[in-house]
């Protein structure tokens, strides 16, 4: 690696990579122009301003975050042997926290290779490379997972918006192997067909698994569960799995509905089960109206603030959203509802629910703060990684 172009720190601008943090943002970088004409993504040697040496990273003049550190070891090569010791520190994790080969396996940053992702399925595995840097070692990345996994297929789900940012194309494609129709995804007690060349993401959210097993703990049989934003069925299928006497499963996609019901299918719980398409803030205000009352409501929104400019509108959004469902839970019931957004902090969006229970007059008590499930590690110098929040509460 004695070869790599030099990338130098800013003089006075070391305090955040000295810390820990694995990104180096364009501002702490000291001009050059050799270093301007890189192709994004190439790998460039880390220096402080006098010339010490700080490790490896990917580097892409054209963002914000320029360089992505990959290794504070300067002199270790960045090659198919690197990713593949990646993989198999990943995999030994994964293997302790779950019993069964369906988790993410890598988590970008926080498992030591920024920007990428690989969720597993059984033997089939999705990559997503949301960086220049990470794109650029998709091939080597594609051969250590055939070398530490051999799965029969390995999906690239490259069409993330982050890519646009990176000046890449949007792309979804089989890399290796054959796919002859949809995956069967094991989680909590139920079954999902899953499309892993369509729908949102790699295919699933294993983020909310945890956060979906404990409200299932919850139904007791005869009660009634109404998941907002189900998505694929992911909190509804537990909990008609654990007993749930009725589940209403709401989303504005078809196809997304189409994929609760084959999943309540193959789970055996079709009968209790059913579906409505629909905006979420339409139908709950219209399950109000009609009287509509459940023992559980589940709300997992989309991420209402994109961006900082949208904090204001997706605060707003997240108190509304509680106000709606917080009139539909019966007496003593429960109440689960989630953030994706990171730019939110913990703090901002658990004052955005409760200011929506005060307006839809509840009370009760937070039984659960909680986050994303083990899977998704959250690297310990990067807090913007720990973008999943999530509230659990019993209303009066």
């Known amino acids: 690696m004695t070869d790599l172009p030099i990338l130098k720190l800013a003089p006075g601008r070391e305090a955040r990579v000295v810390s820990g943090h694995p990104w180096i943002y364009s501002n702490e970088v000291a001009g050059d122009a050799a270093l301007q004409a890189l192709e994004p993504g190439s790998l460039v040697a880390v220096q402080f301003a006098d010339g010490r040496k700080i490790g490896i990273a990917s580097y892409n003049a054209k963002t914000l975050i320029a360089g992505r550190i990959l290794t504070r070891d300067p002199e270790q090569s960045i090659d198919r042997a690197f990713i593949e010791g990646k993989l198999r520190a990943s995999l030994a994790l994964r293997e302790t926290l779950f019993d069964q080969p369906f988790y993410r396996l890598i988590h970008a940053e ?46 690239a789900r490259n069409d993330s918006s982050a890519r646009e940012m990176e000046g890449l194309p949007e792309t979804s494609y089989l890399a290796r192997g054959a796919l002859d129709g949809p995956v069967i995804l094991h989680e909590n007690g139920a079954q999902f067909p899953i499309e892993l060349l369509g729908g949102q993401k790699t295919g699933w959210f294993y983020d909310q698994r945890q956060n979906r097993a404990f409200m299932a703990g919850l139904v007791r049989p005869a009660q009634s569960v109404l998941d907002v934003y189900t998505y694929a069925g992911g909190f509804a299928l537990p909990c008609a799995v654990a007993g749930a006497a009725s589940v209403l499963a709401v989303d504005r996609s078809e196809p997304a509905l189409a994929l609760v019901a084959r999943a309540a299918k193959a789970s055996g719980v079709a009968d209790r089960v059913s579906t409505r398409r629909g905006d979420a803030f339409t139908v709950l205000e219209d399950l109000a109206k009609r009287g509509e009352r459940f023992d559980v409501v589940i709300t997992d929104p989309p991420a209402f603030i994109k961006s900082r400019k949208d904090m204001n509108q997706g605060l707003k959004a997240y108190a509304k959203l509680a106000r709606l469902a917080a009139a539909l839970v019966k007496p003593g019931g429960f109440f689960f509802t989630a953030s994706c957004s990171y730019n939110a902090s913990g703090g901002d969006f658990s004052a955005a629910v409760l200011r929506g229970l005060a307006d839809a007059k509840r009370s009760g008590r937070i039984l659960r703060y909680s986050g994303a499930a083990p899977d998704h590690p959250v690297h310990p110098f990067l807090p913007e990684t720990a973008y999943l929040k999530a509230l659990t509460l019993q209303l009066d």
Not at 111 to 132: E, H, I, K, S, W
């Open 110 to 155: 926080a498992d030591g290779l920024p920007a990428t992702v690989v969720d597993r399925f059984g033997d089939v595995c999705v990559v997503q490379a949301n960086a220049a840097g990470s794109d650029r070692l998709l091939e080597p990345l594609l051969d250590a997972l055939e070398t530490v996994l051999q799965p029969r297929a390995i999906v």
